[in-house]
């Protein structure tokens, strides 16, 4: 196929980084925008082949030529944007965050920063909010994709050529399915990783190879193309966060994307006129520079504000986007695309010192964090998340029993068991001093993501574990210690009995499955979480075990150590601007307040109140004294976790004078 330019593919390009741009700033309407990424795709794979093919055909196919084009295309405006994180992050971050910006520098430089974005994806990992080069990992997908496809190009079009495209249809094929069936089991891999994303840059490859003929008559044409834009457009405004993505939900957008190459092949029908009015085209040539700026001035800008922007301020971020993009675009993106002002030899050398300078700043930040802690831009004191690491049971092999974590007073018997999700080791420090204090002794045990709700699974599932396995496991270890005669269930219970996440939190609806079937066909997650602690408080009263709840902690909505940081550098008050009223959590927490009310007057259960520390009269507090009391937006911190020791004292006294 002879590749003409196409007003219409710079039309769609623009379709697809606005739909993104728009989606990363929050304007309402397009929860979806995230599928302009899968436009991108299709086209990349579009033009990149029918450069490819032609070059073969006509002999003139090189490995050098193919990679110094990528190296214009892809380097230059990549540079400037590293170094322009590199620097705000210097300006903006403390220590910890900076040397996660050299992290995934590193993996960003080298091109694998999907494979690390990928492996970062666990339940404590950072926030979006605070990755400013998390959208590279679409870079880092074609990449990959592109350093094995020239070459099957070359083997195929040489050695099998009748075979070539039935094997590339196979190959995509398969990489679908892969997708689809992934999708259901871990998306975050789905999502990242090039052999699940193969399938939509071969869509375009093969429009470029011909599989599909053109079809003369103008109608089905224009029908065609109209269709392909309505499968384009409707999941930007259809989907959600929440939408499973991708596997079959990416199917409408990248084939709306192909249908609308295929149709305007032959000659540009009406569709084609409209991508290709000039405000578009335009868009779409500073689409590359546009998609690099947008992400970090975005995160920047929120991280600086801790707090969502408000529709002037997204406003002036947005334009201030566009502006740095098309300076881009002319400045650094289209000088270096000039075979006249450098020459082959001299891209290879740029390149090769650009990504060694890189390498070695990156590498030194994350490396040779001291000098960073030197530079004063250590993180408060004592916001570890977890120091019981030893007691999380959440890992693939099948113990036969649980772990546990020996707390307080060492020389006493065992006698009570704090037990829960990743909430619950946060409450050891806590737990370890007063038992101390009240010289009595007991163990922790926790998994991440299963609350202490029997025969109740969560979905998604965080960890490796089936909930009720573990449940049960824990149950069953209580039944052979008669010597732990009170049980501390503590978890994260709005996010179990509200299914959201709170205020800029980032993350899915969680949906609880009762496996007994015994809860209403239409139950929603409060009456399930009810039913399942209904049961573990009878299973353990039928043991003879006293049972004690914890009233869950406030949740406070940002990463509280980010939010510390970045406002006392600018000498603004973190609790000001992040901690929630009083009212708020009384409000987040009335439905969970409620059951467990329910619960102590039916099972006499007793309850214990953090609140009533972290939270005076007005608002429940996220830093005292420019220390973290969270070490993210939920989690106590080390320093949190002693802070409210006390709550724990009358309790421990009363089992110090069993």
């Not at 074609?142 to 099998?160: A, D, G, H, R, T």
């Not at 990783?193 to 193969?198: C, G, K, P």
């Not at 891209?347 to 010192?353: E, K, M, P, R």
Request: aromatic letters at 12%; hydrophobic letters at 45%.
């Amino acid at each position: 196929m002879k590749l003409d330019y196409r007003k219409d593919i710079d039309g769609m390009r623009a379709i697809a980084v606005l739909a993104v741009v728009l989606n990363h700033a929050k304007i309402p309407g397009f929860s979806g925008g995230y599928i302009g990424v899968d436009v991108f795709f299709v086209i990349s794979g579009f033009l990149i082949t029918a450069i490819i093919a032609r070059e073969i055909d006509e002999h003139g196919f090189t490995f050098v030529k193919f990679y110094e084009r990528r190296i214009r295309r892809i380097l230059p405006a990549l540079v400037g944007v590293v170094i322009f994180v590199l620097l705000a992050s210097f300006v903006l971050f403390d220590a910890p965050k900076i040397q996660m910006v050299g992290k995934s520098l590193i993996a960003t430089t080298l091109f694998y920063s999907n494979i690390n974005f990928w492996l970062e994806a666990g339940y404590f990992d950072a926030p979006s909010q605070l990755k400013p080069l998390l959208h590279t990992w679409s870079l880092a997908v074609e990449e990959q994709f592109y350093i094995v496809f020239p070459l099957l190009m070359l083997i195929l079009s040489k050695y099998v050529r009748r075979f070539r495209n039935p094997i590339l249809s196979f190959i995509l094929a398969i990489s679908l399915g892969f997708a689809i069936y992934q999708a259901q089991q871990d998306q975050a891999a789905t999502f990242y990783l090039a052999h699940f994303r193969m399938w939509e840059l071969l869509t375009g490859t093969l429009l470029a190879l011909g599989v599909f003929q053109p079809i003369p008559n103008k109608t089905t044409n224009i029908a065609l193309g109209i269709a392909g834009m309505i499968l384009i457009v409707t999941p930007v405004f259809l989907y959600t966060e929440n939408t499973p993505f991708p596997g079959l939900a990416a199917i409408p957008s990248v084939a709306g994307t192909a249908l609308v190459i295929y149709s305007n092949s032959t000659r540009e029908n009406f569709t084609g006129r409209i991508l290709g009015n000039p405000a578009l085209v335009f868009i779409g040539k500073i689409s590359y520079s546009l998609y690099l700026w947008h992400w970090p001035l975005i995160i920047f800008a929120k991280y600086y504000l801790i707090r969502p922007m408000t529709s002037l301020e997204t406003g002036i971020v947005l334009i201030l986007t566009l502006v740095i993009s098309t300076l881009s675009w002319r400045f650094i993106e289209t000088p270096f695309r000039s075979k006249n002002a450098f020459s082959a030899k001299k891209i290879y050398q740029l390149a090769a010192a650009a990504m060694s300078v890189l390498l070695f700043v990156s590498g030194t930040v994350y490396y040779l964090d001291g000098f960073l802690t030197k530079a004063g831009l250590e993180s408060p004191i004592n916001v570890d998340r977890l120091e019981f690491e030893e007691c999380d049971i959440n890992y693939i092999d099948n113990p036969e029993d649980i772990l546990t974590c020996r707390i307080g007073e060492k020389s006493q018997p065992v006698s009570f068991m704090i037990w829960g999700d990743s909430h619950a080791p946060t409450f050891g420090k806590a737990a370890n001093d007063a038992a101390r204090n009240s010289q009595v002794a007991g163990v922790l045990t926790y998994a991440i993501g299963c609350p202490s709700l029997m025969e109740i699974d969560t979905t998604p599932k965080v960890g490796d574990l089936p909930c009720t396995q573990y449940n049960e496991m824990v149950i069953k270890h209580l039944e052979a210690h008669s010597e732990i005669t009170t049980v501390i269930l503590t978890s994260r219970m709005m996010l179990w009995v509200e299914g959201s996440p709170y205020k800029q939190e980032e993350g899915p609806k969680y949906t609880l499955k009762d496996n007994l079937n015994e809860a209403p066909v239409n139950a929603d997650s409060g009456e399930i979480f009810k039913l399942g602690i209904s049961r573990t408080i009878q299973a353990l009263q039928g043991i003879d075990k006293q049972v004690v709840v914890i009233v869950p902690i406030p949740e406070i909505g940002y990463d509280v150590p980010s939010a510390n940081f970045i406002a006392s550098r600018t000498r603004r008050d973190a609790n000001e601007i992040v901690a929630p009223s009083v009212d708020e959590y009384l409000s987040r927490t009335r439905r969970t307040r409620d059951i467990l009310n329910e619960l102590k007057d039916a099972y006499g259960i007793q309850l214990i109140e953090p609140s009533r520390i972290l939270c005076d009269q007005s608002i429940c507090r996220a830093v005292i004294d420019h220390i973290p009391l969270y070490s993210d937006n939920n989690h106590l911190s080390g320093f949190g976790s002693e802070f409210i020791t006390s709550i724990f004292d009358p309790l421990f006294v009363q089992l110090a004078q069993q």
